[in-house]
Each structure stands twice: as C-alpha cells, then as structure tokens.
Nanobody, 122 residues
Framework: QVQLVESGGGLVQAGGSLRLSCAAS????????MGWYRQGPGNQRELVAV???????TYADFVKGRFTISSDSAKRTVYLQMNSLKPEDTAVYFC????????????????WGQGTQVTVSS
C-alpha cells in the first residue's frame, strides 16, 4: 500500500502565494509520475500539473506561468508552488502518484492523497 500525505493548503488573499507538499511512503519501487489535481465547488476533478520520473512536466493552461511543480526524489515528495493566486483557484487540491510497487510486476498504479483545501479570497 502507498500513502500520500499533503500539506500546505490554507486561506490566502488574491495575488498571494501558497506552497503545497505531498510525501509518498509505503510499498514503492519506483514513482513514474507525481502531480496535482484539483476539484472546485460543483466542478469535476481536473489536472493542475504533473511531473514524470524523467522530469517532463505538464501544466494546465489555467496555471501556466503562475504555478510551478517540483520534486525531491530522495524524499519522494512533490511540491506545487502557487503564485498570483486567484479566487477561481479555490479548490481541494489532491496529490497523486503513479507507482510501480515492486520488481515482481511491470504494472503501476495510481494513488491519491486525502486532499488539502486552498481558498483564495478576493
């Protein structure tokens, strides 16, 4: 089993910044990708940013130039630096990881954190 623990959410004024962290632990052989999704009130969960194990990053258009994803592979941790926050960024942010659990399988599985609330006031 794999656990993802997020931290760093909170309340911030528009134009402010927050930094989210997500640490993975458990039965992990390799992490092929880690990243963030978000789900705002009444909305579907949507991709925010993802980074692969070969450092390829993908951002949603609505965060390009404002958010930056980074990781520390030794700590199995992914970060999301969020700058120039807008009220429409208000959402629960979920960390995910695509994990190969061991050498006994080539399969990888998606795991999710419990989510952290980000609220941006106008």
């Amino acid at each position: 089993q794999v656990q993802l623990v997020e931290s760093g959410g909170g309340l911030v004024q528009a134009g402010g910044s927050l930094r989210l962290s997500c640490a993975a632990s458990g039965s992990i052989f390799t992490i092929t990708a880690m990243g963030w999704y978000r789900q705002g009130p009444g909305n579907q969960r949507e991709l925010v940013a993802v980074e692969t194990s070969v450092n390829i990053t993908t951002y949603a258009d609505f965060v390009k130039g404002r958010f930056t994803i980074s990781s520390d592979s030794a700590k199995r941790t992914v970060y999301l630096q969020m700058n120039s926050l807008k009220p429409e960024d208000t959402a629960v942010y979920f960390c995910f990881a695509n994990v190969r659990p061991g050498t006994y399988t080539w399969r990888s599985y998606d795991y999710w954190g419990q989510g952290t609330q980000v609220t941006v006031s106008s």
